[in-house]
Every structure is written in structure tokens, then in C-alpha cells.
């Protein structure tokens, strides 16, 4: 799985972890709904001003929204 896909399945689990809407966390990011849709259907590839950006309204370290899961997900 490419860190793209990584970024855009953690970025979709925890913004729903959190019950946030993509339009909340686009508003609380201080960035825009589509650009969120955008990054969660890896149409975007966020840099990493945005990524400090959506990890400090989810509470999670940055880190968390490029890590591949244990289940068996590996960056390419």
C-alpha cells in the first residue's frame, strides 16, 4: 500500500473515530470540505503543514496519519 493510501484510510478512521464530519475537521483545520474528500480518496497529496494541521484537530501525532497499521499494511 502506498503512503498515500496509508494517509487517506487513517485520515478517514480517525476523523470518524472522532465523529467529526469532513466538513467539521475541514473547518476546524481551517481547510477546505473538498479538499478533505480530496485527500481521503488520495486525489491530494497533503503536505506536511496540512498534515500537522488535520493531526492537531484529531489530537493524534502527526505520525499516527502515516503510519500503515500492523495488520499487515507496509508502505511501498
Same mark, same amino acid.
Do not use: W
Given at each position: 500500500? $502506498?503512503?498515500?493510501?496509508?494517509?487517506?484510510?487513517?485520515?478517514? @478512521? %480517525? /476523523? @470518524? #473515530?472522532?465523529?467529526?464530519? @469532513? $466538513?467539521?475537521?475541514?473547518?476546524?483545520?481551517?481547510?477546505? /470540505? #473538498? %479538499?478533505?474528500?480530496?485527500?481521503?480518496?488520495? &486525489?491530494?497529496?497533503?503536505?506536511?503543514? &496540512? &498534515?500537522?494541521?488535520?493531526?492537531a484537530v484529531l489530537e493524534i501525532e502527526p505520525a499516527d496519519?502515516?503510519?500503515?497499521? $500492523?495488520?499487515?499494511?507496509?508502505?511501498?
Amino acid at each position: 500500500m $502506498e503512503i498515500r493510501e496509508i494517509f487517506a484510510s487513517n485520515l478517514r @478512521q %480517525y /476523523r @470518524q #473515530t472522532r465523529g467529526l464530519s @469532513q $466538513e467539521e475537521l475541514a473547518h476546524q483545520a481551517e481547510l477546505d /470540505r #473538498t %479538499y478533505i474528500s480530496a485527500l481521503e480518496r488520495c &486525489v491530494y497529496a497533503a503536505s506536511i503543514d &496540512v &498534515v500537522g494541521k488535520l493531526a492537531a484537530v484529531l489530537e493524534i501525532e502527526p505520525a499516527d496519519l502515516l503510519a500503515a497499521s $500492523e495488520k499487515g499494511q507496509k508502505a511501498d
